[in-house]
């Protein structure tokens, strides 16, 4: 009786090991799934980005087609204020149908926070939880002047990453963007905090050629307030003040200085609660084998 109360012990307490590293194995699995998504479409796309003009590669003729639709569809919204992006259905939606649903439209690689992700537009569930996603009536992410693809991307799912490192960005620091036509590099200019209805804080900015970050903050908080880091393509300098024509100004609401709060010391604490509960686990486990070992 003794010993088969011992092996009920220890699958139990296996089952509770599963548990406190699901979301490390998950990570791994995520990481892999990332590099393989990313990798694939590096190697569809090599030929296309180095020559999308040969007359004789109808794939690069198509493609060459939808760059063009993608830059028209980037110079409409700028001239239309972004009068589209007014929910957060609108986030969701694609810009329009350039790209079957679920295709990968390329690569977002952040080195200070050790992140490279699959890229897709439209923030739908299904996209934001196999990588980073362009939120929909804001600018695809070709680069040009007058442009500002926002990009989303969670504060961390089921233990994956995403963007939950985001507070280690700083200005200075660099963000690769990859899609089927060539690589863009960004600098980070500025990180602010906003409230999630404020729309006036992810308008294209006149003149400038950007992508922004943006995540939920504080870490764990359920989405109280959101977290932005502007970036401006790399080359080109950040405008020194907005255009009330071109951006809509923003309510007193909207305008209210949120704090900087950090979370970064929430996300070491779960880390570090999740391995240490892990690590007693563990030493039940060997104890319990110990004791059973001794007893035969």
Known sequence: MKRLTIIAGVLLLLAGLGLFLAPDLYSLYFARQSKSIVSVFREKHRSTSQDTSAPDNEDSSQYEAMLERFQAYNAQIYADKQSGLADAWSYE???????????????????????????????TTENLASGAAVLGQTS????????????????????????????????????TIENPWETLTYTVSEIKV???DDLSAVYIQEGRDMITLVTCHP???????????????????????ESDETIPEASSAEMEEIPLESSEEDIHSEQMLRLGCAAILILLILAALSSRTSEN
């Open 93 to 123: 939606q694609p810009p329009f149908d350039g790209l079957e649903a679920g295709a990968v439209f390329g690569a977002i690689s952040i080195p200070a926070m050790e992140v490279e992700l699959p890229l897709y537009l439209g923030a």
């Open 140 to 175: 695809v992410p070709i680069g040009g002047t007058n442009t500002n693809a926002v990009i989303a991307g969670h504060r961390g799912y089921h233990g994956a990453p995403y963007f939950r490192e985001i507070e280690k960005l700083k200005p200075g620091n660099t963000v």
């Open 194 to 196: 906003i409230r999630p």
């Open 219 to 241: 870490y764990r908080s359920g989405g109280k307030y959101r977290y932005l880091v502007y970036c401006d393509r790399t080359g080109t300098r950040p405008r020194e003040q």
